[in-house]
């Protein structure tokens, strides 16, 4: 009876121990995505982002009214646009860049197909390579395999849209006024280059900002399971 006594505590406290141990919180392994739902969940966001992209800078006003991507007059042509300005051409040179920014609108509906042609190309070392690479691996991925083919889609609408709102008869004139001048050095009076490149580099810079809002875990931009799941992942690994 006594023997009986003693081991009661001990019972007690290895029961007390044991209901502490199974309340304790069961740590679950990480679940990893699979390569299948890395590869969705990247062109998923990468369609998602680009289809943006190209939507909001081919709206009107998606160039002329975005300060980061708005086309002003070629750096080298800044002095041009001065002097213009000194001699009272203001409309002039104000016609030259709305005439610019329309003519890059009209240009950014034709981006959508050919980044949706990009992406399905993607390999699974490029799909890995983007998820855990630096913030803006997609955007370098996307100027390295479709600059060349947004230049050449780009080129023939701007310079039609150039000849539709009249920016190449402004230009034209204001490389014409400037040129009359005695002692200044000839500028280019075509623009469709400039035109286009820069149109080129304001789609890169929206797609870029879309990346970033997937990386930094912005709800809106991480809109379904999948995308939460993967880059969830992609987090923790380059944390």
Known sequence: ?????????L?????????????????HPQIIPSNLEIGSALKQALQQGTAKSA???SAVNGFFGNAAVKILFPPEAKKVENTLRGMGLNKLCDNVILSLNRAAEDAAK????????????MTLQDVTG???GDKDAATQYFKRTTTAELAAKFKPV???????????????????????LPFVKHM???ISDYATQKTIDGLFI?????????????????STPLLQKVFAFADKKNG
């Open 110 to 121: 034709d981006a959508k197909p050919i980044f949706i042609n990009a992406i399905k190309k």
């Open 206 to 222: 929206e797609i870029a900002q879309e990346e970033l809002k997937i990386r930094q875990n912005i709800p809106a931009a991480r």
């Open 1 to 9: 009876m006594k023997r009986a006594f003693l081991l009661f505590p």
């Open 130 to 132: 983007i998820l855990m």
């Open 158 to 180: 701007i310079q039609a849209s150039l000849n539709k709102v009249g920016a190449t008869k402004y230009y034209s004139t204001a490389a014409g006024e400037y040129n009359k």
């Open 55 to 57: 939507d909001q800078l």
């Open 188 to 190: 280019n009076p075509d």
């Open 11 to 27: 019972l007690l406290i290895g029961f007390t121990l044991s209901s502490f141990e199974s309340s304790k919180p069961v740590a």
